[in-house]
């Protein structure tokens, strides 16, 4: 267990354990924190012969052992103190050929044994896991301890203990830049977990993007105001709801999402008021992204056009947008953030906010000229870590969370990665999209949130497996190929050679005879061996 650990509240606190069977070959490892500069970690001692592994301190870690021929030590040092209230890794090995002690990333350091002597460890006395007998002991958390390749069970020993505490806290001093994309770290005894609620990701350590592929005509809402509560369901509660009191106007607004899209023009994001505020994040049919801002206090929105380059090429964009009563300002993929200002006329507050749309708008009321002519048919493509201060709209959509009740979808949306970025592959058509899954008509059996008209479908397929499947195609078609090419080109030669024989050899009665008629010299070679010679 990696997290299995126990907290030494003071000096003279201790655990035991059983003695440590480490006659020929010792293998320890743990990890320690503490804000103290020295103490003992372990202590197991025999008549003569102890084994002992101690902070002794600020920067320097102890392994000392004595089988019989007098004291060993070896000390790590440290250029940096390990009191600094981080987690840090102790090793420490012994065998009859020699001992070694490594402490985090240092060097090791190795001590030969002795050609001669004792090289049996001989100990009696209970395994002490902190200061006893009157020694320093050590004050902090230790866990994970792993003696010969078992575990022992420092959070089951400490829970029977009088004085101590099962697990350890500041998990989250040490590892708490794991959680990412503001990903809240979360305190426990037995390790911690990353809080990714007020997230657009998922996963352990909030660094899954969550993201969907929209078909043309298809819409997210996303309410501000959670749905009201009709009189039957009410009963005969007359309380108002806090979540039925009026939206606050916003003086600030983050906005973070990657898209992916061919056509132009489409609406990407837009936020709706109760009164004529709206933001909007569209393409426009050239290609290029806009950013329309109305708050009021001026004749017209207040534009910010992206010409430098096209974002319906079908690659995954990101944008950044924050706004801070009149500062804007813009990042796009990788380029510098920009800053623009709005009017000084312009007022600073986004009143009243009613919803957020995705893909489409389907708002009651006047809506600017243009944005009626960008919504049709509407966008085409795919959304990703969409996400508005602390809202992440698709996330509720595709996972049950608490704000999945203030979502509505019109159409099937098909959980993909495809917005993500940076960019993986190429895009493709939805005939021959993978996770584009037309064909399962029973989707909202297999997964049970379905919000209103529309339907979530969780897991759609990875690009990258589709991908990964048409290269092992190609390389099987190419060894496949290669073969048909060297059987054909072995059996095309089979069976062709040449031979000596002589020429008339089929009419012949014998070999013999087809030679002695093409070789005249022959018959003489015959006649000169039949000669008989009288000394």
């Known amino acids: 267990n990696y997290w299995n650990a126990a907290s030494f509240p003071n000096a003279s606190s201790y655990l035991h354990f059983s003695t440590f069977q480490g006659e020929t070959s010792a293998d320890i490892s743990f990890y320690f924190k503490t804000l103290t500069p020295r103490g003992v970690f372990l202590e197991n001692m025999g008549n003569t012969d102890f084994i002992k592994l101690e902070l002794k301190s600020a920067t320097e870690v102890s392994f000392s052992f004595d089988v019989g021929n007098g004291p060993v030590e070896i000390v790590v040092r440290s250029p940096t103190p390990l009191n600094d209230d981080q987690w840090h890794r102790v090793t420490a090995e012994r065998n009859v050929k020699q001992a070694s002690l490594q402490v985090d990333r240092l060097p090791q350091q190795v001590r030969k044994a002795p050609t001669e002597g004792h090289t049996r460890l001989e100990l009696y006395s209970q395994l002490f896991v902190g200061g006893a007998g009157g020694q320093q002991g050590f004050l902090g958390c230790i866990r994970s301890l792993r003696m010969n390749g078992v575990t022992l069970d420092l959070e089951e020993r400490a829970k029977v203990t009088s004085g101590f505490i099962s697990g350890c806290s500041g998990h989250c001093t040490s590892y708490g830049a794991n959680c990412e994309n503001g990903g809240k770290c979360i305190e426990k005894y037995h390790g911690y977990s990353c809080d990714c609620s007020n997230t657009a990701y998922d996963g352990t350590f909030c660094n899954k993007d969550v993201g969907a592929f929209f078909e043309e005509g298809m819409w997210l809402r996303y309410n501000f105001q959670a749905p009201t509560v009709s009189a039957k369901d009410a009963g005969s509660r007359t309380e108002a709801s806090p979540d039925q009191?009026?939206?606050?106007d916003l003086a600030h607004e983050e906005i973070r999402?990657?898209?992916?899209?061919?056509?132009a023009p489409c609406i990407l994001l837009y936020v709706s008021s109760l009164t004529t505020d709206f933001l909007a994040v569209l393409v426009k049919p050239t290609g290029n992204l806009q950013i329309r801002y109305n708050l009021g206090g001026t004749r017209d929105p207040y534009n910010i056009d992206v010409d430098h380059?096209?974002?319906?090429?079908?690659?995954?964009?990101?944008?950044?947008i924050t706004r801070h009563e009149k500062t804007i300002i813009l990042k796009l993929d990788h380029y510098p953030a920009v800053s623009y200002h709005l009017p000084g006329s312009s007022d600073t507050l986004f009143n009243s906010p009613k919803s957020l749309f995705l893909g489409k708008v389907i708002e009651t009321g006047k809506i600017d000229q243009e944005i009626h002519k960008y919504n049709t048919p509407g966008f085409t493509g795919c959304l990703s870590r969409v996400q508005f201060n602390q809202i992440a709209p698709l996330k509720a959509a595709l996972r049950q969370t608490n704000a999945s009740a203030h979502v509505h979808i019109q159409g099937e949306l098909v959980e993909s990665n495809c917005g993500a970025s940076p960019l993986t592959l190429s895009p493709m058509s939805s005939a021959t999209d993978p996770w584009h899954l037309d064909h399962l008509d029973?989707?909202?059996?297999?997964?049970?949130y379905n919000?209103?008209?529309?339907?979530?479908?969780?897991?759609?397929?990875?690009?990258?497996?589709?991908?990964?499947?048409?290269?092992?195609?190609?390389?099987?078609?190419?060894?496949?190929?290669?073969?048909?090419?060297?059987?054909?080109?072995?059996?095309?030669?089979?069976?062709?050679?040449?031979?000596?024989?002589?020429?008339g050899a089929e009419s012949a009665e014998s070999a013999d005879a087809a030679i002695m008629n093409n070789d005249p010299n022959f018959t003489e070679t015959i006649d000169e061996?039949?000669?008989?010679?009288l000394i």
């Open 245 to 248: 009191q009026p939206p606050e």
């Open 257 to 263: 999402f990657s898209f992916s899209t061919t056509k």
């Open 309 to 320: 380059r096209n974002m319906a090429n079908g690659q995954p964009h990101s944008v950044n």
């Open 442 to 448: 029973s989707a909202s059996a297999d997964f049970p």
């Open 451 to 503: 919000p209103g008209q529309g339907q979530a479908i969780r897991n759609g397929v990875n690009r990258n497996s589709a991908i990964i499947g048409g290269v092992i195609a190609v390389v099987i078609f190419t060894i496949l190929c290669t073969l048909v090419f060297l059987i054909r080109y072995m059996f095309r030669h089979k069976g062709t050679y040449h031979t000596n024989e002589a020429k």
């Open 529 to 533: 061996s039949k000669k008989e010679w």
